[in-house]
Nanobody, 117 residues
Framework: QVLLVESGGGLVQPGGSLRLSCAAS????????MGWFRQAPGKEREFVAR????????NYADSVKGRFTISGDRTKNTVALQMNNLKPEDTAVYYC??????????WGRGTQVTVSS
């Protein structure tokens, strides 16, 4: 079973930056899209950003546009999320995900991001 492993979470002050990384455990794994979701305490998991490999296109949630940037390498099955100008409301567990055939079918275990002074 393919695993997605996230890294790069931590504690940062408001206005600071963090970079999250995600890698698939098997190099032969292929997906049509990879992305990031997050879940804050007491809230449902929400979409953050995604990258479509074939289209070389990216999408972002309105709440992170202009502050977060997703990038990746399809040949290495890696994706990263650069997060700038972080706000307390960005505090959440961030999950890496991969999708095939129109469904998000592979998930990481998550990494905690805390934005606090």
């Amino acid at each position: 079973q393919v695993l997605l492993v996230e890294s790069g979470g931590g504690l940062v002050q408001p206005g600071g930056s963090l970079r999250l990384s995600c890698a698939a455990s098997e190099r032969t794994f292929r997906s049509s899209v990879m992305g990031w979701f997050r879940q804050a305490p007491g809230k449902e998991r929400e979409f953050v950003a995604r990258i479509y490999w074939n289209l070389a296109a990216t999408n972002y949630a309105d709440s992170v546009k202009g502050r977060f940037t997703i990038s990746g390498d399809r040949t290495k099955n890696t994706v990263a999320l650069q997060m700038n100008n972080l706000k307390p409301e960005d505090t959440a567990v961030y999950y890496c995900a991969a999708g095939r055939a129109g469904q998000w079918d592979t998930w990481g275990r998550g990494t905690q991001v805390t934005v606090s002074s």
